[in-house]
């Protein structure tokens, strides 16, 4: 069964449900329903009564998978064993009545775990984080011309865009790369959704950041980017209402 659930003109989600019991699917399906509504996504939602079937017929085009780990033809951890040898990118979610269960799920790299009968509001936090994961993850990219010629980059990767004299440099998890440019011009072609300038030199991604103590702000690489007085108070609610929309 294919449901289509649209709310705005955005890119849609699709999302599997793995699920035999129809009572439980319906309940899941409505309350992604009420999250696209309250949110503004656009999500595909299909379902799957079988494990085996869905495997037969994957094709790794799910950007999230809800799976009961209790099914009739094979369980929902062996086949999401069979599914990260197919994909392992997908954001892949347990579904469950005993959560001790759901301890399997960190052997196939589980996002998550929900357990049943599903807490509406604790579905919608764990929605907000994976969409947001999602949103910068997917192949938006921008090219930049180096000495070394065009490089791609994408803008999930984009830890920090620095500014030294009239040189930039985007750090990368595993690279830096540097050109001749202006910070202001990296602004505007950066999503503001995601991308915020905390320093006369340093726009941020707020998906890596750490911590910030009003002063600082500490990237999961361990870098430290001063914060300007004059850009605190934005940063800081640009950061607090970004963390809040996906904080359990």
Excluded: W
Excluded at 4 to 26: A, F, H, L, P
Excluded at 53 to 67: P, S, V
Excluded at 119 to 129: I, P, R
């Amino acid at each position: 069964m294919n449901i289509r659930i649209c709310c705005t003109g955005v890119k849609m989600i699709n999302i599997i449900i793995i699920e035999d019991s129809e009572d439980d699917y319906k309940y899941l399906a409505d309350a992604i329903h009420r999250y696209a509504e309250q949110s503004g996504e656009v999500f595909s939602v299909k379902h799957y009564v079988s494990a085996l079937l869905f495997l037969n017929e994957y094709k790794a085009d799910a950007d999230i998978i809800f799976m009961d780990i209790e099914l009739p033809d094979i369980n929902g951890v062996l086949a999401s064993e069979k599914l990260r040898t197919r994909d392992s990118d997908v954001a892949l979610v347990f579904v469950t009545n005993l959560a001790h269960l759901a301890i399997k799920g960190y052997s196939v790299s589980a996002t998550d775990f929900i357990v049943k009968p599903i807490n509406y509001y604790k579905l919608s936090a764990l929605l907000g984080k994976i969409v947001k994961k999602i949103k910068i993850s997917r192949d938006d990219y921008i090219s930049v011309t180096t000495v070394y010629g065009v490089e791609r980059i994408s803008l999930g990767e984009i830890l920090y865009v620095e500014a030294e004299a009239h040189r930039i440099t985007y750090h990368l998890p595993e690279k830096k790369i540097t050109y001749s440019g202006t910070l202001s011009a990296c602004e505007k072609i950066l999503p503001a959704e995601y991308f915020i300038r905390c320093y006369q030199s340093f726009i941020i991604n707020l998906k890596y950041v750490a911590s910030c103590n009003g002063t600082e702000i500490t990237m999961t690489d361990g870098t430290v980017i001063p914060l300007s007085r004059a850009r605190r108070k934005e940063v800081m609610a640009k950061l607090a209402a970004y963390f809040h929309k996906g904080k359990f």
